[in-house]
């Protein structure tokens, strides 16, 4: 057996030993604990933050692949969801169900996903992807069951605005100390890192407006939202920048629409003042960003060329080239796709040598890339599940409109929905720490969704201040 097997065998060991054993562990005790499963649930929120190699494991690893992933990938998160699931299968709560609402909805679309992998020029390349998809629906099941009362809002609340508060401080670092200008926290790039950012921070804004948050929270919450404004700001990227911005304009509104208060006037006069501040400080960089872009020859021309291949793709494929494939059909020595941006790049002049062509760069568009790699099945079942995610957070804000929960799934609502826009030109959706908030969020969505149809009153409904603690009745 070789160096490299054996090291394949440890991953695999280490990997059984955390999903069979650890994790079913600490579900057990989870169920006899119920502060040690909301603190595992607020855990649970910040981990999208954590440092790649802290996260994530992967056997089989194929470091030189541009795809999605690039091995087998097992997942903290993944492990903390189990834990969760069975926590609330050991101690079930008021209508539990095993199986949250939109469970069959993702798997259908994972497994007409893999309908494309019958054309996939590398299967295992798409069995990979298949395995990373379909496990992580353990994120969005062990965080529907976790959340299940009003103090599990407020600890995952914290954890977000803590969180949000450390990574800036971590940006910071890499800014003023490490020297480096486009920031990217413990992301692997900038892109991902912001768009996570205002995904966290836009249900913070909306809460901290609602009139039964005590001052510490609101203003813990709002400091979170600063710390999102910062590192965007540092990391350059302009359309994280409009969407937080149109996401906190949106959450505002609708907190004005539930009526005028005091609190709401100072948070949007702080707010208006600290834009101003913000923008002031931020010119110079992004004057600098726009120079530097005019300054490339048709810089943002890719795109459209790498979207063309993308329609190559599914007019060849319409089932789809293959998942996690892109990466391989578009490169040589498969030239069928490769000519494209070669007859592109020799249009500007530029000389065209094979080498450079050898590892060719995914399309940035999240939904060009479901489009050519799982076809027609798979791009219209994760249309699906997006949308009816945004119909229960619509559902879940109507319901609770004046209360913390129903400021907080407008809140989630509106972060979605603006995640889902983005990813016309950003595909991060695609990579594990968004995808894993995602669904987080999504779980959460379901939650409310689930308690929305219950015949009895939920522990959601009263106000923060007003609900009595209490634990949650013991199966008999």
Not at 188 to 210: D, G, K
Not at 294 to 318: A, F, G, K, T, V
Not at 355 to 367: C, Q, R, V
């Amino acid at each position: 057996m070789t160096a490299d097997a054996i090291k394949e065998f440890i991953k695999l060991a280490v990997v059984c030993v955390i999903y069979l054993v650890l994790a079913p562990g600490l579900g057990v005790y989870l169920s006899r604990n119920r502060f040690a499963e909301r603190l595992t649930l607020a855990i649970m929120v910040s981990m999208p933050s954590w440092f790649p190699s802290k996260l994530t494991l992967m056997v089989d690893s194929i470091e030189f692949y541009r795809g999605h992933t690039k091995g087998f990938e097992f997942s903290i998160i993944v492990a903390t969801g189990i834990a969760l699931c069975v926590s609330a299968a050991l101690r079930p709560w008021p209508g539990y169900r095993p199986r949250p609402p939109g469970f069959w909805f993702y798997l259908l679309y994972c497994a007409l996903a893999c309908v494309s992998l019958v054309v996939a020029p590398n299967k295992v390349y798409g069995l990979m992807a298949a395995w990373k998809f379909t496990s992580a629906i353990l994120i969005f099941v062990g965080a529907y069951h976790a959340f299940q009362d009003e103090q599990d809002l407020l600890w995952v609340l914290r954890s977000l605005a803590i969180t949000l508060i450390v990574q800036a401080l971590v940006c910071l670092k890499l800014r003023f100390l490490d020297g480096r200008w486009q920031v990217h926290g413990w992301f692997e790039h900038q892109n991902p890192m912001a768009m996570w950012t205002y995904m966290c921070a836009i249900p913070l804004l909306s809460v901290a407006f609602a009139p039964q948050i005590k001052r510490g929270d609101t203003m813990l919450f709002l400091g979170g939202v600063a710390a999102t404004a910062l590192m965007i700001l540092l990391s350059v990227s302009r359309g994280a920048l409009a969407a937080f911005a149109i996401g906190a304009a949106i959450v505002t509104g609708m907190a004005f629409l539930r009526g005028i208060t005091l609190k709401k006037c100072g948070i949007s006069a702080l707010g208006a003042c600290g834009a101003v501040a913000a923008a002031t400080l931020a010119l110079n960089s992004l004057i600098a960003r726009i120079h530097e872009d005019s300054s490339r020859e048709n810089p943002e021309d890719l795109r459209p060329i790498l979207n063309r291949q993308s329609l190559y793709m599914l007019r060849d494929s319409p089932i789809g080239i293959g998942w996690n494939n892109f990466g391989i059909v578009n490169s040589l020595p498969n030239d069928k796709y490769v000519v494209v941006l070669m007859d592109w790049d020799a249009s500007r002049g530029f000389r065209i040598i094979d080498e450079m062509y050898m590892a060719g760069p995914l399309t940035e568009s999240l939904f060009w890339l479901v489009l050519s790699e799982t076809g027609y099945q798979g791009f219209v079942s994760y249309l699906l599940f997006m949308g009816i995610t945004l119909w229960w957070a619509l559902r879940g804000m109507i319901k609770y409109w004046k209360t913390p929960l129903g400021y907080f799934i407008g809140g989630v609502l509106v972060a979605l929905a603006l995640t889902y826009i983005h990813g016309t030109v950003e595909r991060v959706l695609s990579q594990t720490k968004n995808m894993s908030a995602w669904l987080i969020f999504c779980g959460f969505a379901a939650r409310v969704q689930t308690m929305r149809r219950l015949p009895f009153p939920t522990f959601f409904y009263p106000p923060i201040e007003s609900t009595p603690r209490r634990e949650l009745p013991q199966p008999a």
